[in-house]
């Protein structure tokens, strides 16, 4: 059957036929390229095994002193020690103090801070925030969540 042009009419598309448009990946010349390409699945494994690799060698390239410190504080302030360096400062001269469930915050700079991290509720915890609450005004104490 056909019109006075000479084309066919078009017939209407099934719901299958539909269905099927609309999933490119059902088509089967798609599904059999991904399935069967080996750079699909490849070439991400190797970006990240080389990124993984990459990451493993710049870290054992990093030996040497730990950036740990250790920090007295007394009535006259706080004394720090890293290696063989001292600094010391008095209590005028700390710029802020933050209490966190985990740390302490004790700003000397406006960049720089020393952290006393809060392993659980011990007696040496209790006495370093009495100290420094004994001795910081208080407008300079900040409490976070």
């Excluded at 000397?108 to 209790?126: C, D, I, M």
Aim: charged residues 30%.
């Amino acid at each position: 059957m056909t019109t006075k042009s000479g084309c066919r009419p078009s017939r209407r598309k099934t719901q299958h036929e539909r269905k099927r448009a609309k999933s490119w990946f059902k088509d089967e010349r798609v599904s059999t390229l991904v399935r069967h390409n080996p750079m699909n699945i490849g070439l991400p494994l190797a970006y990240f095994f080389n990124f993984f690799l990459s990451v493993r060698r710049k870290s054992s390239s990093f030996t040497g002193e730990k950036a740990a410190y250790i920090i007295r504080l007394s009535e006259a302030g706080i004394a720090v020690t890293k290696g063989e360096q001292n600094a010391d400062w008095s209590w005028d001269k700390v710029l802020s103090v933050y209490l966190n469930k985990q740390c302490i915050y004790i700003y000397t700079a406006k960049r720089q801070a020393f952290l006393l991290p809060l392993t659980s509720k011990n007696k040496a915890e209790n006495a370093a925030w009495e100290l420094i609450r004994r001795y910081v005004e208080s407008t300079r104490i900040f409490y976070r969540k």
